[in-house]
């Protein structure tokens, strides 16, 4: 895909490791339809490409990304918002198998909170700033963040920045259960290539399953969820992978894993 990279992205390979960086910098980054058009496009087809291991996501000193493009949705009806494909956009991310890190500099509001969320990690640098502002335009978080700010902070907390619209600062955020961890802003990114180096060395149908199984526990009861992982954890020892990972570890030798 490298030398590819479409109108309102940049997109870069380090060798299994997807580079997706937002370029609309003049206003922040935001997501308007033909980013998040070229964004799908772009992570379906890391998806599908067994050399790629995991995806960053990532934006500018000053934002990841300040929302959705609100000039775009200035003078949409109900019924257009409800007929639009935009939502469509974001359950397709959310099938994305690969895991997905969120590298984030300055602002992540509205939308760019929600895609953050919709990461399965998050790297914040110290300027980074949270928040879901769309009570201050009107409205309520549209792409998850009534559900996934709740789930990763608590309702009370929730609650308050979803009813002010008030920005969680790096260092908040991280003692809030929101980020993984907080790092100055210009180790950001490389602090997320490392994580998905990391990531990308592992047996990769494990990182699969392991994603899918942590991500039930938002979906599901505690004993579907424990039922899931048992399958899981089962189907995992017909992988080449783990005879792999037995063979290194008796073997005294670090472990190669492929994709099957
Ligand atoms: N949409 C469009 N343009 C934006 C946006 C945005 N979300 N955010 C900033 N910009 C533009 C500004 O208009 C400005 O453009 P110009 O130079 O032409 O005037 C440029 O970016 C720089 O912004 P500012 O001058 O405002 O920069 P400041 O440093 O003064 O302020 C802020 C930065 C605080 C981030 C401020 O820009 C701001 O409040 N932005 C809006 C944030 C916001 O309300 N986000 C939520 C949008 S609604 C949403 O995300 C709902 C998601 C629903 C699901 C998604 C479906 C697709």
Known sequence: MAGQSPQNLIVTQEGAVALVQFN??????ALNQALMDD??????AFDRD???RCIILTGNARAFAAGADIREMADATAVQMLQGYRFAQWERIRKVTKPLIAAVTGFALGGGNELAMLCDMIIAGESARFGQPEINLGLIPGAGGTQRLTRAVGKYRAMELILTGRQLTAREAEAAGLVTRVVPDELALDEAKALARDIASRAPVAVRLAKESVLKAFDMHLEGGLDFERKCFYLLFSTENHAEGI??????????FTGR
């Open 24 to 29: 609309r910098p003049d206003v922040l980054n």
């Open 39 to 44: 964004l799908v496009a772009v992570l379906e």
């Open 50 to 52: 067994d050399e790629m």
């Open 247 to 256: 063979a290194a570890f008796q073997g005294k030798r670090p472990p190669h």
